[in-house]
């Protein structure tokens, strides 16, 4: 799960909720449809740190386009492209897909649903502003995603859209996939102060020093043992929306850190696991950003 901050002007008193509510450990306190009753209600839950789900949220949506322009000087994307058959994607049911529709500008989403070999691909029906769209069959739709190591790209038409039981789209089966190998061992300088949280679920400091698709370098104070398993909480900031990262890491390493990093602190190379798609998109446009020095 992908989670923002909620802000203190997004809870209406006497309004429905308009999203699900969490605690900072991800834990839910509130339902979607909730309805706040007083002030003083209002401001015991913000005291509680409240945040949501945004993995599908139109402003974490457009945060991702706007980062995902970012170009990074030198690149030698071109060399790392590669075509493969869509089934060696290996997609999973579920997963984000970013669609435009024709000469379209704005992109729209949906989530991937399956496929039928060399026959059809079906995906989730696609919506603007969580409302699904009426796309005429024969349309061209251009899909980007990321899967595993890779970020590719598609064509396909649409064959059919169906209502039943619940509304999806029945696309032609891509011929061919341009896809780009994902380096995760490219690494770029930051602070980011995080969470280190044990596998008891006790909290501690951290700061990351580095970061790559794959994992970072972490400074803590708090001693850990190579082959430990901990959950790294962090924010990163893409366009100018703040992002909560909840990962999973495995401890690979440890190193000494100058005092310049941390004071009486310890060094740890961790690997991140089970990354979702959404954080992948996430942690590799926020990397691309720090490359091409637009965020700090």
Known sequence: MLRAPVKLHELLVGKPLPFDVYDRDGRLLLRR????????????????????????????RAALESAQRVEVKGSDE?????????????????????????????????????????KSLLIDAVTRNDVP?????????????????YAFLFSASLLANVSKPFPYHHLTYPGE???????????????????????DGTP????????SLGGGLLATRHPLQVG??????????????????SVRAQVRSQRKLDAAHL??????????????????????????????????
């Open 33 to 60: 449809g909730y309805v706040i009753e007083t002030d003083q209600e209002k401001q015991r839950l913000f005291k509680l740190g409240p945040e949501r789900d945004i993995s599908t949220d139109e402003r974490f």
């Open 78 to 118: 071109e060399k790392r492209a590669v075509s493969l058959g869509f089934d060696e994607l290996h997609l999973v049911p579920g997963e984000l897909l970013q669609i435009k529709i024709g000469s379209e500008e704005q992109p729209l989403w949906a989530r991937y649903v399956g496929m039928l070999r060399n």
């Open 133 to 149: 769209i009426f796309i005429r069959e024969g349309t061209t739709l251009q899909i980007k995603g990321t899967s595993g190591s």
């Open 177 to 199: 996939v341009k896809a780009l190998r994902l380096r995760r061992s490219d690494r770029v300088p930051v602070r980011l102060v995080c969470a280190v949280l044990t596998e």
């Open 204 to 211: 501690h400091g951290g700061v990351l020093l580095d970061l």
């Open 228 to 245: 430990e398993t901990v959950t790294l909480k962090f924010k990163i900031d893409l366009a100018g929306s703040e992002l909560i990262l």
């Open 263 to 296: 004071r009486d602190g310890e060094g740890y190379g961790v690997q991140f696991l089970d990354l979702t798609p959404e954080e992948t998109i996430a942690l590799m446009t926020y990397i691309r950003a720090v490359q091409a020095g637009a965020v700090a």
